[in-house]
């Protein structure tokens, strides 16, 4: 598949790259393990000092780097300077917190000295998806080198530029040459990349087959892997909810980053006794949403990123209405120039229909009808995803049965899910597993190194003694 900007809203090819050649890449993983070795003596002073000018570039070149992201996946313009400026907060919020986090954790055993030490495995390579295409980079790249390892970039073929952008991004904030490279290879090259030796570590965001192979392979070189996957994300609405925040709140999580985003609401499930209101009310709201040119400030939603994407998004929509789903709202691709798509919304689609279960990538909503608690529980899980999920609820004593009945990584009261560097991100089942952001995010490519120092007073913390206590 060629590494190529082609504009979404267009067609067009805008600018192609050559892959890397054997060669290079050699030197480039070469570059990267040869750097590791000193990287991971700086001082978390230095790594501060860099980061934190990282966060002011972003901050500084937002409009040019949201058009860059624009331009090649056809982010809103306004959602994608937004972005970047939420990379330096994500930047920041590891100067801030990074130091206190890594230090050595004591541990009781009595007489002896006992710790856990954090330090860093080395390069880590990031597989990362076109979708965020800054975000889902920094949230791996500002913990893993704030923690001393070193990145390794193998970004999504269609954003190239987005990828050159971000190794700039920290080579100008002052990291060393080496401490975060992009790798503009082909998909067929990522197994020998994890398969190397000196790699060891790898994280992916992207879709459940890519989880399966990267997985499959990581698994064979027995190194640590994190996956960020799909998801079907449930959106319960119970009748205590305010229901005007609610629909407001439902559009804005089904349609953010044109419906393309793995935490998307995209199964909205309301219970019976409000599902006519709600049904009426969310698809009013659906049909004031302008498509159109993403860099037009009016524009709510714009293209599809790729080609494929749109074919594959309609196939869902025409398997799930067959199946039974009643079709509500748009249905058909826009007859113009693009993969343009526009806001859907089906209903009551039958267990076996795409929209029952599945993810649907874009503006497509599934409308489904709970009739109590238990239900929408039920209702929920019934997907082999579970990323995050939003349940609007006033009724304490539902919150808890749902926190704790929902099977997700995420579970968000009254408000849509988002990522937070704050907050640990990650899912369950086919979802993935590990976490990103947060204590947790910094934490999983760290070798948590137990220490035991004996006392020299003697007694019971002896070897021998602590061998016939094992």
């Given at each position: ?30 570059l990267?393990?040869?750097t ?5 003596q ?192 449930p ?8 229901l ?16 393309q ?98 993810e ?7 409308l ?37 009945g ?31 952001l ?33």
């Amino acid at each position: 598949m060629a590494i190529a900007t082609i504009d979404p809203t267009t067609g067009k090819t805008l600018r192609t790259f050559n892959a890397l050649t054997p060669a290079e890449l050699e030197l480039k993983l070469q570059l990267s393990a040869d750097t590791f070795r000193d990287y991971r003596q700086t001082s978390f002073a230095e790594r501060a000092r860099w980061m934190r000018r990282a966060a002011e570039l972003l901050d500084a070149e937002a409009e040019r780097f949201g058009r860059i992201m624009t331009e090649e996946m056809g982010k809103p313009l306004e959602a994608a300077k937004a972005e970047a400026r939420k990379c330096a907060t994500a930047c920041r919020y590891y100067v801030a917190k990074a130091e206190g986090l890594l230090k050595d954790r004591p541990i009781e055993v009595g007489g002896d000295t006992a710790f856990v030490r954090y330090q860093p495995l080395g390069p880590v390579l990031a597989i990362m998806p076109w979708n965020f295409p800054f975000w889902q980079v920094v949230r791996f790249a500002a913990p893993a080198l704030m923690a001393g390892n070193v990145g390794l970039l193998k970004h999504a073929h269609n954003v190239p530029q987005c990828a050159l952008a971000l190794e700039e991004v920290f080579l100008q904030a002052g990291f060393p040459a080496g401490s975060f490279q992009t790798l503009l290879i082909e998909t067929a090259d990522v197994n020998r990349v994890i398969e190397d030796p000196r790699v060891r570590a790898v994280t992916l965001t992207g879709s459940e087959a890519a989880g399966r192979s990267v997985g499959a392979s990581a698994g064979r070189s027995l190194k640590k892997v994190v996956l960020e996957l799909g998801g079907s994300d449930p959106f319960v609405v119970m009748p205590s909810a305010d229901l005007d925040k609610a629909v407001e709140t439902a559009v804005s999580a089904r349609l953010i980053n044109n419906g393309q985003s793995c935490i998307a609401a995209k199964r909205f499930i309301v219970a019976e006794p409000i599902a006519a209101e709600f049904e009426r009310r969310f698809v009013e709201r659906m049909k004031r949403v302008t498509v159109g040119d993403p860099t037009d400030p009016k524009t709510d939603v714009g293209p599809l990123a790729t080609e494929g994407i749109l074919k594959g998004l309609h196939a869902q929509v025409e398997q799930s209405v067959k199946a039974g789903a009643r079709l509500l709202l748009g249905g058909k691709p826009l007859e113009r120039p693009g993969n343009f798509y526009p806001p859907t919304v089906l209903a009551d689609p039958p267990p076996n229909a795409p929209a029952f279960h599945d993810e649907l990538f874009g503006p497509v909503a599934t409308l489904l009808r709970a009739r109590d608690v238990k239900h929408a529980i039920e209702l929920a899980n019934a997907t082999p995803f579970g990323l995050g999920a939003s349940v609007w609820t006033k009724d304490a004593a539902e919150q808890r049965q749902f926190i704790d009945g929902v099977e997700a990584g995420m579970v968000f009261v009254n408000e849509m899910v988002v990522s937070d560097a704050r907050l640990p991100f990650g899912g369950v089942k086919n979802s993935g597993h590990g976490r990103e952001l947060a204590d947790l995010g910094i934490h999983e490519f760290l070798n948590a190194k137990t220490v035991r120092v004996a006392s020299t007073s003697g007694g019971e913390s002896s070897p021998r003694g602590r061998a016939l206590s094992e």
